[in-house]
């Protein structure tokens, strides 16, 4: 499984941003989901993770954040709105599962996508 992000760039305070994480590869499923980022000197956190009980959100990312998955395009995306400059940070997509018929699990980490919001 290989994951490829995208949609990361430079907005101003109060734009939206949509990131997306596509995987590759075939015969494999994956539960949780989840994005996290980190910022300059600080260890990556968690803002928002999808499970089969539903989605949960940092409180920085309540009511502003949007996670999804669509699972014939093996997509995750993090839709984002209101974005203010405090949110600026490296963006990683996160995915854990197995592979079918297998007793191994994974856990897999996208490339990273950069997202600055100016004042």
């Known amino acids: 499984v290989q994951l490829q992000a995208s949609g990361g760039g430079l907005v101003q305070a109060g734009a939206s941003l949509t990131l997306s994480c596509t995987a590759s590869?075939?015969?494999?499923?994956?539960?949780?989901i989840g994005w996290y980022r980190q910022f300059p000197g600080k260890e990556r956190e968690l803002v928002a993770s999808?499970?089969?009980?539903?989605?949960t959100y940092a409180d920085s990312a309540r009511d502003r954040f949007l996670i999804s998955r669509d699972d014939v395009k093996k997509t995750l995306d993090l839709q984002m709105s209101s974005l203010t400059p405090e949110d600026t940070a490296v963006y990683y997509c996160?995915?854990?599962?197995?592979?079918?018929?297998?007793?191994?699990?994974?856990?897999?980490w996208g490339q990273g996508t950069q997202v600055t919001v100016s004042s």
């Open positions: 590869g075939s015969g494999f499923y994956v539960n949780p």
């Open positions: 996160n995915v854990r599962g197995g592979y079918i018929g297998s007793a191994l699990r994974f856990d897999y």
């Open positions: 999808l499970t089969g009980g539903g989605p």
